[in-house]
């Protein structure tokens, strides 16, 4: 790594303590990076990198909330804007009990190249609180989101901060979050959110968007060497959002779905997923009580308590639940088992010395910041829509979400080829990303 990269790298290191998510994410984003770096001197004379590591403002708040039994109890709250170059900061809020400072730190960095790769005009931001949803009542949950607002709603706005959803938070959380920023605002101000009801600004195929992107964008990996979804198996881990709209996909175009997990097990499927059972992952999502063990009862189908599923045999592996789900052990199962197409479907699943080994071996990788871009992409377009004061079919949304996979896919591949990396998706996209934000912060001067 060239000195420049390398200090900028062991400071962030040592000033950011007790932050390995955030180590992560920005070690693999800057080794990337240091051929930009070694074109463009004056980027170095104007501090670009140390400014682009600092998020712009990091906000912290109590959310005291009582629970049904009038027990009070007190989580902490954030909000990361990370980056403001190219638009209004822009990334989703995640409430689990994990949630701190350096998994929102990693998450918002990440976002600002993942939202430059839409094309569109957006920023980086990422927040949430350690609220654990399960088990809440939807009272509690109304509580909640209504105190995690009365904190948040001075510092976002539809030209300044527009939050969405993430890990347990959904449509029934963003409604819950917009009633009261609207109540408190006095003011209809749609586009301050997205991933919204459709009833009140939603975008029609956001709820779909992230998973149906990150197949499109595999199905553009596949088209390049003349194959299809068409009869490939596929691994999918989580049997959330995301992990719902690739397997809605996934099978529409003739794939098989064999297995889809939680953070108790996975469920295995031979024959591979169909509609009834896509359908009944959203209702154990929302549901107060069910998990994914009761998925594999209701279809009588084998359950693998405590396991992941990477030692299953799939043509494409998509990891759509969490951080950090596949190490450089399951990396070597993945490999052993011929697959072709990795696309991760959540962000960071992927240890760094994972997607090293992967690639190495011949595995096609498609990282995060591109292939799952496509729920960003359509929360910015819910905001065009909101801003326009209209609201484009399925078919339209559904068309340019397509159009813009295809997009950053060729924009990351032409990018790594360009700079000598070959179809290294994962450089192609961090210096795809970062070329439009550094190009907008040297025009901006130092702030
Ligand atoms: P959901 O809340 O809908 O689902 C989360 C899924 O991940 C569940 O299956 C859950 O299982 C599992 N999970 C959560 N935490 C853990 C954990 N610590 N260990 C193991 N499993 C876990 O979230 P989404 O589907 O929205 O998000 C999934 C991933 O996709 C995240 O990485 C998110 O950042 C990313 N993403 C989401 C986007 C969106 O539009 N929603 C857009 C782009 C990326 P269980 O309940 O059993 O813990
Ligand atoms: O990680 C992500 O891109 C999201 N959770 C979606 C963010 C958004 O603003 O739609």
């Known amino acids: 790594m060239s000195q420049y990269v390398k200090r900028v790298l062991s400071d962030l290191i040592?000033?950011?303590?007790?932050?390995?998510?955030?180590?992560?994410?920005?070690?693999?984003?800057?080794?990337?990076?240091?051929?930009?770096?070694d074109k463009h001197p004056e980027y170095e004379k104007a501090a670009l990198l140390e400014r682009f590591v600092e998020p712009e403002r990091v906000i912290m708040f109590r959310v005291p909330w009582t629970d049904d039994s009038g027990k009070v109890h007190v989580n902490k709250g954030y909000r990361i804007q990370f980056n403001s170059a190219i638009g209004p900061y822009k990334g989703g809020l995640r409430f689990h009990p994990t949630v701190n400072l350096s998994i929102l730190k990693f998450l918002g960095f990440e976002q600002i190249l993942k939202n430059s790769l839409t094309g569109l005009p957006i920023g980086g931001g990422k927040g949430g609180a350690d609220f654990d949803p399960k088990g809440k009542s939807d009272n509690e949950i109304m509580n909640f989101c209504q105190s995690f607002m009365t904190q948040l709603y001075r510092?976002?706005?539809?030209?300044?901060?527009?939050?969405?959803?993430?890990?347990g938070v959904g449509g029934r959380e963003v409604g819950y979050l917009f009633g009261q920023y609207k109540r408190i605002r006095g003011a209809y101000e749609n586009g301050?959110?997205?991933?919204?009801?459709?009833?009140?600004?939603?975008?029609?195929?956001?709820?779909?968007?992230?998973?149906?992107?990150?197949?499109?964008?595999?199905?553009?990996?596949?088209?390049?060497?003349?194959?299809?979804?068409?009869?490939?198996?596929?691994?999918?881990?989580?049997?959330?959002?995301?992990a719902w709209g690739a397997a809605e996909k996934v099978t529409q175009l003739g794939g098989k779905v064999v297995t889809i997990s939680g953070s108790k097990g996975y469920v295995y499927d031979e024959n591979g997923l169909?509609?009834?059972?896509?359908?009944?992952?959203?209702?154990?999502?929302?549901?107060?009580?069910?998990?994914?063990?009761?998925?594999?009862?209701?279809?009588?189908?084998?359950?693998?308590?405590?396991?992941?599923?990477?030692?299953?045999?799939?043509?494409?592996?998509?990891?759509?639940?969490?951080?950090?789900?596949?190490?450089?052990?399951d990396a070597k199962k993945i490999v052993a088992n011929g697959t072709r197409c990795y696309v991760e479907g959540a962000n960071m699943p992927t240890s760094n010395e994972a997607v090293k080994y992967l690639q190495e071996n011949g595995v096609f990788v498609a990282p995060a910041k591109a292939a799952n871009a496509g729920g960003v992409a359509v929360s910015a377009l819910e905001m065009s829509q909101n801003s326009q004061r209209l609201s484009w079919t399925s078919e339209e949304v559904d068309e340019k979400l397509k159009a813009i996979m295809i997009n950053i896919h060729d924009s990351a591949a032409q990018t790594a080829e360009e700079y000598g990396f070959g179809y290294d998706l994962v450089k192609g996209a961090n210096i795809s990303g970062f070329k439009k934000v550094a190009e907008a912060m040297m025009a901006q001067g130092i702030i």
């Not at 510092?155 to 890990?167: L, M, Q, R, T």
């Not at 009944?280 to 084998?302: Q, T, V």
């Open 155 to 167: 510092h976002i706005g539809p030209d300044v901060d527009v939050p969405a959803g993430d890990i």
């Open 274 to 329: 169909d509609a009834e059972k896509i359908k009944y992952m959203l209702e154990i999502r929302a549901s107060k009580d069910l998990g994914i063990e009761d998925f594999a009862k209701k279809f009588n189908l084998p359950f693998f308590k405590g396991e992941k599923p990477w030692g299953v045999k799939a043509d494409i592996v998509m990891p759509c639940a969490t951080q950090n789900e596949v190490n450089l052990d």
């Open 192 to 242: 301050v959110l997205t991933g919204k009801g459709i009833s009140f600004g939603g975008s029609l195929i956001r709820p779909e968007a992230t998973g149906y992107g990150a197949v499109y964008f595999a199905q553009r990996m596949l088209e390049r060497v003349g194959d299809t979804v068409k009869g490939k198996t596929v691994v999918i881990s989580g049997y959330g959002n995301v």
């Open 14 to 37: 040592e000033k950011n303590p007790g932050q390995p998510e955030f180590h992560q994410a920005a070690t693999e984003i800057l080794e990337s990076l240091e051929v930009v770096f």
